[in-house]
């Protein structure tokens, strides 16, 4: 879809409102949320554990298109080349940890339904 460069690389070449209107947020707060999610994914593999096989920002990039685009589970496993658990897991990893920092309250798939211009902050 996005050829060889990460899906995530591909979004932030586009301008702000773009950028935005794909998957929901700003790339200010995409980039605090990756923050956020690499403290946490540290945290979680402090000392040894199985690395995702995905990037922390395509984890990212994955659950925010997950909510904003209505796309599914089994679409987005096969669009990261990863098994629809994993894209679960994924999401609600990210769900989680970026419920537990407190610093984002985001609504998730319901919510932006019912508000789409609503950015997860």
């Known amino acids: 879809m996005f050829g060889s460069l990460k899906r995530y690389e591909t979004a932030l ?7 935005k209107q794909t998957i929901g947020v700003k790339k200010e707060t995409f980039n605090t949320m ?6 946490a994914y540290q945290a979680k593999h402090k000392r040894r554990g199985r690395h995702a096989k ?9 659950t925010l ?4 685009q209505h796309v ?4 987005l496993s096969r669009e990261f080349q990863v098994g629809e658990a994993t ?3 994924v999401i609600v ?15 998730g798939r319901e919510a932006l339904l019912e508000h789409p211009e609503t950015e997860i902050t």
Request: hydrophobic share 40%; charged share 30%.
């Open 93 to 107: 990893w990210v769900e989680n940890s970026l419920k537990k920092s407190k610093k984002f309250k985001p609504l």
């Open 34 to 39: 990756i923050e956020t999610l690499t403290l």
């Open 54 to 62: 995905l990037s922390i920002q395509d984890m990212l990039f994955m």
């Open 72 to 75: 599914t589970q089994l679409e």
């Open 65 to 68: 298109k997950y909510w904003r």
């Open 13 to 19: 070449k586009l301008n702000e409102q773009e950028f």
């Open 87 to 89: 894209t679960h897991d």
